[in-house]
């Protein structure tokens, strides 16, 4: 039986490419798209939708994904500017409804391969920076995905030190900005679209991890991916990197 789709935010560059590419999926069905002047849990309600895709604006998304939970669908969330203490109210909303959802920092495979050996890699490597190119018009810097990349290698510095201390007041503007004790250096150029780049080293050597997306296709197996698994959840998931393991 096909799942139902609803894309908020349909009328945006993301939006617009989900629209098209679902056509592709035989076991997706696009039920409604809704934009920022629609009833957002009306249009859930009247059309049965099993999955709410938001690719809106970051002063938003946090009260699109509350409406999208208690009107009884699934958010899968690509919207960026969710704060920790509103990923953690949404997370005890879905346990509450027990109810799947996803937010997502980044739908391509790509990406979430690169942040998945990052984190391999600190296990290795004391030192690490992050890189980050975007188009000028992303609203968010740094961005998400080399945020949740910070996170992953801090989590994999504490792993393997229990009473490692991760510095995240070192305060060096030329240096970056210090997320979870990593520098990240974001780049807002026009003629860019999204790259990242995650640099570890040694006294004696370095490695670098690269990451480039130049179509907004390149985020459609995964946004397609989440949809098929929020189905099998019942608690919210910050990040895709766990459904690599199961496909």
């Known amino acids: 039986m096909p799942i139902n789709i609803l894309i908020n935010g ?64 699934r958010p899968v969330i690509g919207t960026s500017g969710l704060t920790q203490t509103q990923i953690e109210t949404l997370a005890a909303e879905c346990v509450n409804k027990k109810r799947g959802g996803i ?4 739908f391509s495979i790509g990406a979430i391969l690169m942040m998945h050996f990052s984190k391999e890699a ?4 004391p030192d690490a920076e992050i890189i980050e190119y975007h188009h000028p018009q992303k609203v968010d810097a740094p961005s998400a995905t080399a945020k949740k990349t910070a996170e992953l290698i801090a989590e994999s510095k504490r792993e393997k030190n229990k009473s490692a201390v991760i510095d995240a007041a070192k305060k060096q503007s030329a240096r970056g900005e210090h997320y979870q004790g990593v520098p990240i250096h974001a780049i807002r150029m026009s003629g860019m679209f999204a790259s990242q780049s995650v640099i570890f080293s040694d006294h004696d050597e370095m490695l670098t991890l690269q990451h480039e997306t130049r179509d907004r296709r390149a985020m459609m197996p995964g946004v397609f991916l989440c949809c098929r698994q929020v189905m099998t959840l019942d608690h919210l998931v910050y990040g895709m990197e766990s459904f690599l393991q199961k496909t």
Do not use: W
């Open 103 to 106: 937010i997502a920092p980044n």
């Open 10 to 73: 349909a009328q945006g560059k993301m939006g617009r490419t989900t629209v098209a590419a679902i056509a592709n999926e035989k076991d997706l069905r696009l039920v409604a798209t809704t934009s920022r002047h629609d009833d957002l849990t009306r249009a859930i309600q009247a059309h049965k939708a099993d999955v709410v895709i938001d690719f809106t604006l970051p002063d938003c998304v946090f009260e699109n994904a509350q409406k999208i939970i208690a009107a009884g669908s």
């Open 122 to 125: 600190a296990r290795y490597f």
